[in-house]
């Protein structure tokens, strides 16, 4: 198995741009969130999914967009990048959010 | 609301001493709750876990207690290695079915 995997790793973006994070993972976990990590912050969530075809807002879920529509990938989207979503993002994966969360590698975005 | 709250770091220590870091959780009904580590450049992995009243999570040394009548969940470990130097989450899991973390803290463990 590879887990949760993430791409890209690294990412520079201008203000106003948009980009997808893609985020898969190859264990058949129903639940799946995106995170984003700050410096004094944590983690905060971004958006979840309890299953294909069902989203969900977390506590930070302005400028950002997901969807469901495989059991395996949760593509988070930036519609239009701000400095403010300059951050670590991390995806995890995991059979309900009482379960052990499996976290990617995360991916570096910068934001100028 | 629905929130974890723990201590601030960074936490400083000498090898071989006693470690406690704080973790308090509001919730509504029976939440799961998990000690999670980051290392350095990584990801957040599991460290250990409890779903009920009373239960003692541990692995590699460290414990935490589920405390219904406190509502925590303090991690300890009884001699730190440098290591263990990490920064360390305690988070809350649902009947919201959103997974909540706490600030994290930092240790920073010196020989």
């Known amino acids: 198995n590879a887990g949760v995997t993430q791409t890209p790793k690294f990412q520079v973006l201008k203000t106003g741009q948009s980009m997808t994070l893609q985020c898969a993972q190859d264990m058949n976990h129903e639940y799946m969130s995106w995170y984003r990590q700050d410096p004094g912050m944590g983690l905060r969530l971004i958006h979840y999914s309890v299953g294909a075809g069902i989203t969900d807002q977390g506590e930070v879920p302005n400028g950002y967009n997901v969807s469901r529509s495989t059991t395996e990938d949760f593509p988070l989207r930036l519609l239009s990048a701000a400095p403010s979503q300059t951050s670590v993002y991390f995806c995890a994966s995991s059979y309900g959010s009482k379960e052990t969360q499996y976290f990617g590698p995360g991916t570096r975005l910068l934001v100028l | 609301g629905n929130s974890v709250t723990q201590m601030e770091g960074p936490v400083t220590l000498s090898e071989e001493a006693f470690l406690t870091i704080n973790c308090t959780y509001t919730a509504t009904g029976y939440p799961s709750l998990f000690w999670y580590v980051q290392y350095p450049g990584e990801g957040l992995q599991l460290l250990l876990k409890a779903t009920k009243a009373d239960d003692k999570g541990s692995n590699k040394g460290f414990e935490a207690t589920y405390r219904k009548e406190t509502t925590s969940f303090h991690l300890e470990k009884g001699s730190v290695q440098v290591s263990d130097s990490a920064v360390y989450f305690c988070?809350?899991?649902?009947?919201?079915?959103?997974?909540?973390f706490g600030t994290g803290t930092r240790l920073q463990v010196f020989p």
């Open positions: 988070a809350r899991g649902g009947n919201t079915d959103k997974l909540i």
